[in-house]
Structures are given as structure tokens and as C-alpha cells.
């Protein structure tokens, strides 16, 4: 028999499935590792689980010790409002690990107690897709007996579990999800759920675990599909917009997104993915007023609280975007964005050993980006080691072989110089990509890199401009990153940072005069 996906615990409502806890109703912040180490000792009912247990079934392949799952408790505690020292749901057995308080009870013991809940599960069509879920992860005696006797399609299970795969965040689940979904369309060709689940794993595939940028035209295709005969499925516009995401396509994603928004206005991740384009165009008090806007409950939306840090930072409120971005630095270490975040947000106030020391601890993590080892080299660089420069850059190549700021970065800070021939080869290519419109405003910075390596500096110098003009706003980086040192003295460069800084303080006005403020910015003037 296959593990429940509900469980209740004492007053806690635990989905499996859904990745949700909840009390009373409301739901709790109860995400990533935390939510994995809840699941572990679930699964174990209330016998104790050792410290071997937890690092094998809640850290591998990662490598951690006893001090770790102790903090982890720790965090877990908190966020389910429980107290070590007078525990009422986990309790520490020491020298040997953790169990729960009381014996959790599953699904189908609660079904067993309540005869009308039964009857109601029996008929899912009556009460629609959450109670599938539960129905399709639980491996219950009725659901079995359903599936034998035609009332459930077993290709809802099969979707069912692949959704869950996919929400967990990691490769190995998301392989899982898409070879899940695979086994659908093998059954229900037609099946819109089955095709818009694809297209949206192998556009993380691209987007969150390094594979090659062709599988976004596959996930293109598997969205395209559902369109076709749907052109008001919101799911599938939000895909197709994922795709065009993952591909760099900025202004296509964009028009997906608010395609889909405009179809569903509570579609909460959908409405995150838009605002982080927003972001990238330069548009941070939008982006911001959406990333607070959400309908539901915003702990679900992944990546957000990274997100509303960034524009806070790049708004210029320092200090809030310092207490986000640490917090989730210290909570989720599975979390690739939050792993770039933090360091990232220390080199760029100028805590450079910070930075260093944030760098080695999120590279330990197991969760490799090519941001990570870009910077990992412009530390290197700050330091004079053109060496260490050239090995992080050659890594983060490897990482994304087919992505092309590390290609230039490896090739600009190579043993030997770059030919003439190739620069040339290189900054035609990025104009050939700019006029086809694939392209996000950053991408001018990398064209000004290699312009100004080819001897072409008034042509970088507009490049910078075109990124500014384009909605760039990180001026912090244009002033910190080593990579720009050939420009710091330059009166055009420094113009266009006075245009960034001017549009900046006239949208960190608009949000400090807006009543949808973040509470901590209140008394910020």
C-alpha cells in the first residue's frame, strides 16, 4: 500500500501532496526542507527517527551532520509554533534523533471515523480535484477498487502524481514528473493537463537545472498544443509563457504571462512570474505592488520572498531587503535563488569577505548556478586573482555549456586574449539577437563587455546606455563589479547610472507614498 497524503497532527492539517500545512484553517509557512523533515518523520509515525535516518531521507545526496537536522528542528519548531522545552508536536530523544508527540493519523483512519466523509469521497466528481489528489496519492482499499471497476481514470492518478513531483523543486522529482506525465499523454493523447505539466518541467529543466536551452522549444510545442483548441486555458498561456522565459524571450513571456493574468486574475505564480519581468524592465514599483498582491495565500508562490527582497534592494531599501534575504538564506538552503541572493546582496554593499564566506557556504549547498560562480569570480577578481577568476568563470561554462555570459566571460579573462575575429563574430551574434527581440535589458551589458575588449569603447558606452534606457536598474553593480573598472572614470558612464538613479528615486517615492507598502517601510522617509 502507497503512503497517505493527508495527515492530521493533533490540530494540523498536513497535505502531502499540496506541500501545505495548515491550522484552524490558515495555513502555515511550512516550505522546503522544513516541509521535507515534517514528511520524514510523518512517514514514521511515532517512533523515533534517528539522526541517520533524516540526513538519508531528508539531505541526500548532500552531506550534512547532527547539527544540522538540530537546527533544522529548530526552524521547523518555529514555524509550527511549537516549543523544545515543552514540546507538543516534535520531541527530541537525545543521543538518538526526533518523533512526533502523538501518532499522526492518515487519511484513511480519519475516513474510518467519519462514515460521512467516506460516502463523500467515494463520489470525487462531486467535490472536484483537491479530494483527487488525496485520492490519487492515498492507495486507499476504495480507491483501488474504483480504478478496477472504471469509476476513476487511473491517467488522473498518474497526473495527480506528477504535479506533486513537480511542486517539489528539485531535478531528480521533476525527472520523475516528466517521465509521470509522459505516461499520461501514453494513454490520453489529448490530455491538456498531461501537456501543460511537460511543457512546464522542461522549461525548468532549462530555467533550474542547466539543461540545454532546446528543451524551451519543447515546452513551447507542449503549451502550443493545449492552444490550439483552448485559447482560454490560462494554464496553458502561463506555460507557453514559462517557455519563452526560460529562452530569454522577455517581451513573448511577458504577453503570455498577461495573456493567462488576464484570464485568471488568481492565478497567484503566474502573477509572480509577470512581476519578475516587471523587474527586469525596470518597472520596480509594479512589480513590487504585484508580488504583494497576491489573492491567495503568498507562502505558496516559490521564489517570492526573494523576489519582493530584490525589489526592495534595487528600490533602495537596504535594510528591509537585508532581513529578507537573510532569513531566507537561513531557512530554505535548498532554494537555488535564495542561495544566489544572499552573497550576491553582500558583495553588492561592498562586504566583500561576506561575501566570500555566503558564496563557499551557498556552493556547499549542492544547488549549482552559473550566478554563483560569476560570482565567485568577480570576488576573485576584486582580490587580484585572475586565476581563480578565469577557473569560476570556466565553471559556471561548463555548468550552462550553451549560455553566453560565461562563454564571454572565460573568453575575456582567458590565459590569452581573445581574437579580433571572434569578438567580432561574438558582439554581431548579440546584435542578431537583440533585433529578433530575444534579449532582456542586461544582455547590452555583455555587449559592451566584449565592444569595449575589441577596442570599440564609445560603442560600449552606448550599450551601457541602451541597458539603462531598457529598464536596467541595478546601479550597485555598475559601481561595485570589477568588471566595469575600465568605465568607473568615464563622464558617459556615469551619466547613464544618473539616469538609472533618477528613475529609481522617482518609483521608490511612488511606493513610499503607496498605502500597499511593505509595514517595515511605514516610517522609512
Not at 518555529?78 to 538518538?96: E, H, M
Not at 490530455?191 to 536551452?213: D, E, K, M, Q, W
Amino acid at each position: 500500500m502507497e503512503p497517505s497524503s493527508h495527515y492530521r497532527l493533533l490540530d494540523l492539517h498536513i497535505d502531502l501532496a499540496r506541500q501545505r500545512v495548515t491550522r484552524d484553517g490558515g495555513a502555515l509557512d511550512v516550505q522546503g526542507l522544513n516541509f521535507q523533515l515534517l514528511a520524514c518523520l510523518l512517514r514514521h509515525g511515532d517512533a523515533v527517527v534517528g539522526f541517520d535516518t533524516l540526513m538519508a531521507e531528508v539531505w541526500a545526496p548532500a552531506v550534512v551532520n547532527e547539527e544540522t537536522v538540530t537546527q533544522r528542528v529548530k526552524l521547523l519548531r518555529q514555524a509550527l509554533g511549537d516549543d523544545g522545552r515543552n514540546p507538543r508536536y516534535i520531541r527530541s530523544v537525545r543521543g538518538r534523533g526526533y518523533q512526533l508527540c502523538e501518532a499522526p493519523r492518515t487519511a484513511e483512519a480519519l475516513i474510518a471515523d467519519e462514515p460521512v466523509m467516506r460516502q463523500r469521497i467515494l463520489r470525487p466528481w462531486s467535490i472536484g480535484f483537491g479530494v483527487l489528489a488525496v485520492l490519487g496519492l492515498a492507495g486507499t482499499w476504495w480507491y483501488r477498487s474504483s480504478i478496477e471497476h472504471g469509476r476513476i481514470d487511473p491517467a488522473q492518478t498518474l497526473t495527480v502524481r506528477a504535479s506533486y513531483y513537480a511542486g517539489i523543486g528539485q531535478k531528480d522529482n521533476n525527472e520523475r514528473a516528466i517521465l509521470l506525465y509522459q505516461q499520461v499523454l501514453a494513454r490520453d493523447p489529448a490530455s491538456a493537463v498531461a501537456h501543460i505539466g511537460l511543457s512546464r518541467a522542461y522549461s525548468a529543466r532549462v530555467c533550474l537545472y542547466n539543461f540545454p536551452y532546446e528543451w524551451t522549444q519543447q515546452a513551447r510545442a507542449e503549451a502550443e498544443l493545449v492552444l490550439k483548441t483552448q485559447q482560454d486555458n490560462s494554464a496553458a498561456w502561463s506555460a507557453l509563457a514559462y517557455a519563452h522565459d526560460c529562452a530569454g524571450e522577455l517581451a513573448a513571456a511577458l504577453r503570455a504571462y498577461e495573456k493567462a493574468l488576464a484570464l485568471d486574475p488568481g492565478d497567484d505564480a503566474t502573477r509572480a512570474s509577470a512581476a519578475y519581468l516587471y523587474q527586469e524592465q525596470g518597472r520596480l514599483a509594479e512589480a513590487l505592488h504585484a508580488n504583494l498582491q497576491m489573492h491567495g495565500d503568498p507562502a505558496r508562490v516559490r521564489f517570492r520572498n526573494v523576489q519582493v527582497a530584490r525589489e526592495l534592494e534595487l528600490l533602495g531599501f537596504t535594510d528591509a531587503a537585508e532581513r529578507r534575504y537573510r532569513e531566507s538564506f537561513q531557512l530554505y538552503p535548498d532554494n537555488v535563488f535564495s542561495n544566489i541572493a544572499w552573497p550576491r546582496h553582500l558583495f553588492l554593499q561592498g562586504r566583500f569577505k561576506e561575501a566570500q564566506e555566503a558564496l563557499d557556504q551557498a556552493l556547499a549547498r549542492n544547488t549549482p548556478h552559473v550566478d554563483l560562480y560569476v560570482l565567485g569570480g568577480e570576488l576573485a577578481l576584486l582580490r587580484g586573482d585572475r586565476d581563480g577568476a578565469r577557473r569560476a568563470f570556466e565553471q559556471a561554462r561548463q555548468l550552462r555549456p550553451q549560455m553566453s555570459l560565461p562563454i564571454t566571460l572565460t573568453a575575456l579573462y582567458g590565459a590569452a586574449s581573445p581574437a579580433p575575429a571572434w569578438l567580432d563574430e561574438r558582439i554581431a551574434q548579440m546584435q542578431r539577437q537583440f533585433l529578433g527581440g530575444a534579449s532582456y535589458p542586461g544582455d547590452y551589458l555583455e555587449l559592451a563587455l566584449l565592444q569595449d575588449a575589441r577596442g570599440r569603447h564609445a560603442d560600449a558606452l552606448r550599450s551601457v546606455d541602451a541597458a539603462v534606457q531598457g529598464g536596467y536598474s541595478d546601479r550597485a553593480y555598475l559601481q561595485t563589479s570589477p568588471l566595469w573598472r575600465g568605465f568607473a572614470s568615464d563622464p558617459a558612464y556615469a551619466a547613464s547610472i544618473d539616469t538609472l538613479s533618477r528613475r529609481v528615486a522617482a518609483q521608490r517615492a511612488q511606493v513610499l507614498a503607496a498605502d500597499w507598502r511593505p509595514a517595515d517601510l511605514r516610517d522609512t522617509h
